[in-house]
């Protein structure tokens, strides 16, 4: 458990072939010297024949690594008699705090939708269409503005095709324009920021006293990829500069407001309707603001907020009353695991916030809150020989086996069971039942553990992380785009899934890592940095963060560059993107989730409570 974590470098995608044999036998001597016991015969093949074979079939909890102890125990059933005696040995404690919201979202909205309200956002879509054609011939500039004011405003989901139109010609246009702004917009050549420096290869300081075109800039660098080093010092020199004309108070509302912002959360990494949200409350007070767009965004944050609320007004109704989604044991059966159904909305509710995304936005949010559970249940509560006895009943996946585990555990072992089996229902209605299958298939496989040796913790860590799962079951309820190819694309832990995957490990290990040591955790990658490299947390924590940059890097590639992006439908790469972005937000200062502090009571206080 000594060996290094590799040093903050390019994060590489799952290594497949010859090299997960490799990793298959390192694993198999981990768990032969941890079990004390053979298990060659137990896990037999090589991870990338599994992977293939059954799909990325992990389910650990939502956030963190598997603990050990588990693996500790290689007895594969418990005599009845042991059950009675688990109630004595001694349990961890995490006492997480309650949930914060009351009742509050038990009732639905008051403000209802009349029918007026929505006719008249239908006609203002379509002059928002009428809009777009008709700038079709305008200046370069105008266009690129227009499309960027529709984005920022939250509504450019409802008009895609037009834009995608509009952003293609002026793709063919935008290289020999020298104007800095909106080069966040389009998909520049990355030559063409050399405009921008003097022949000694410095940026031109000209450019500082450009404030907007240094924003713009600044936007821009954030969808580097490795080697593009100008980038790299965009992002240092707008950033350097962004914050002197801050701190100097020259910068004029509302555009002091866009680089505040901006400086804490870049556009590309923001939750989308946040970032709507914000932005139509300063789009109000530019006086040169259009007031049909302005009109048509406030409408549609309107309708989309009393859908979001009555759609989770409806899941914490079931989440306290007997249904196939009864956790009415949480404040009583289940006192130790996190109560956050809100969370767990707000959360996925970053993921789709789109009207037609609906279904798969309750499938996802329930998949959260299981996994929430099954997370605390390993970390904070149950004992080695509980959890073994949950290993086995959920490989076994019937409902019969229920009567081998703790009273507790039969809580949510049943409603995990029907919660599957209630979405193939739905899906075989709709003639996907193999989305459910993938889904199911992840789930089953939540305490297959291999547990990798430290040296391979990096390129492990997805394995046992929960996110593979949650990106897996994102796909469930989509649209016919979504085909067994993708689910298979996907099981393969594809680079981009697997660079998501780095930034919630690491993310989680460096916001959480004090707080889990303090429960008996093992080792995060924190701990083994610093072991490794004989250097203080704070230096590990700023190296494994330059892990996490490179991880972005390799998202972006694969969002843009990557051949991924032509074959694998935008809708399907969204969701891997927005996934992530949520990420970026919970842990912006800290576990938002587990500890719910007030970055995330804000961001759901203006999503789901405060008018526009």
């Known amino acids: 458990m000594d060996a290094p974590v590799p040093p903050a470098t390019e994060v590489e995608s799952h290594d497949r072939g010859a090299g997960d044999d490799a990793l298959s036998q390192a694993i198999l001597r981990v768990l032969e010297s941890v079990t004390g016991a053979s298990t060659g015969n137990e896990i037999r093949g090589s991870i990338s024949e599994r992977l293939r074979a059954n799909g ?7 956030l963190c690594l598997t603990p050990i ?36 979202f038990l009732s639905s909205p008051t403000t209802k939708v009349d029918p007026k309200t929505k006719l008249q956002h ?3 879509k379509e002059e928002v269409r009428r809009m777009i054609k008709v700038a079709m011939d305008d200046e370069l500039l105008y266009k690129l503005r227009l499309i960027d004011t529709i984005k920022r405003l939250g509504v450019s989901y409802h008009v895609e095709r037009e834009i995608e139109e509009m952003t293609k010609l002026s793709r063919l246009l935008l290289f020999n324009f020298d104007c800095l702004e909106r080069m966040d917009l389009v998909f520049l050549p990355v030559e063409w920021f050399n405009k921008l420096k003097y022949d000694e290869g410095n940026f031109n300081m000209s450019l500082t006293s450009d404030v907007k075109g240094l924003l713009e800039l600044y936007e821009a660098s954030h969808l580097r990829v490795h080697g593009e080093d ?27 407001a866009l680089v505040s912002h901006a400086l804490y959360q870049p556009i590309l990494r923001g939750l989308p309707r946040l970032e709507a949200r914000r932005f139509i409350s300063i789009y109000r007070d530019d006086v040169s603001h259009n007031k049909m767009l302005l009109k048509f965004a406030e409408l549609d944050f309107h309708l989309l907020q009393t859908s979001h609320r009555e759609q989770l007004s409806k899941i914490s109704r079931q989440y306290i009353t007997p249904s196939t989604f009864n956790i009415d044991y949480l404040p009583t059966k289940l006192p130790f695991v996190r109560d956050r159904l809100v969370e767990s909305y707000f959360w996925i509710m970053g993921v789709y916030f789109e009207s037609q995304y609906s279904f798969t936005r309750e499938i996802l949010v329930k998949t959260l809150v299981m996994a929430s559970i099954m997370d605390d249940t390993y970390d904070a509560y149950g004992t080695l020989e509980e959890l073994q006895l949950l290993k086995n009943a959920i490989q076994r996946w019937d409902v019969d086996y229920i009567d081998q585990l703790p009273e507790y555990m039969k809580s949510f072992y049943k409603p995990l069971l029907d919660f599957y089996g209630e979405e ?55 649209g016919d785009f979504v085909t067994p190819e993708i689910f298979n694309w996907a099981s393969n832990n594809p680079k981009i899934i697997y660079a998501s995957s780095i930034i919630a490990r690491l993310l989680n290990d460096v916001t959480s890592h004090k707080f889990e040591q303090e429960r ?27 892990q996490v940059e490179n991880a972005w890097k390799d998202i972006n590639q694969e969002l843009i560059f990557s051949e991924i992006s032509k074959v694998i439908p935008r809708p399907v790469l969204t969701r891997i993107l927005n996934l992530t972005r949520v990420l970026d937000f919970i842990y912006k200062n800290g576990d938002g989730y587990t500890h719910v502090g007030k970055n995330t009571k804000d961001g759901i206080t203006s999503l789901l409570i405060d008018p526009i």
């Not at 100008?230 to 555009?255: N, Q, S, V």
């Open 122 to 124: 239908e006609g203002l």
């Open 520 to 546: 008996g955790h093992c080792a995060s990658a924190v701990e083994c940095y610093m072991k490794e490299h004989a250097i203080s947390e704070e230096e590990a924590c700023r190296e494994l963060m330059k």
């Open 56 to 62: 990325a079939k992990i389910f650990k909890g939502a």
């Open 69 to 104: 102890h588990l693996l500790r125990s290689s007895s594969s059933k418990l005599p009845s008699s042991t059950l009675g005696s688990m109630s004595n040995q001694k349990r961890p404690s995490a006492n997480f705090h309650p949930n914060i919201w009351g009742d509050i």
């Open 230 to 256: 100008i980038l790299e010092e965009a992002l240092g020199f707008t950033t350097t500069h962004l914050g002197l004309a801050k701190a100097a108070g020259t910068i004029e509302y509302p555009l002091s």
């Open 424 to 478: 193939e229902e739905a899906m075989i209605k709709q003639g996907k039942s193999y989305h459910v299958k993938y889904a199911k298939d992840v789930a089953k496989w939540c305490n297959e553990n291999y547990v990798p040796t430290m040296k391979d913790y990096m390129r492990n860590a997805v394995v046992s992380a929960g996110y593979i799962m949650l990106i897996v079951t994102s796909f469930v309820g989509m």
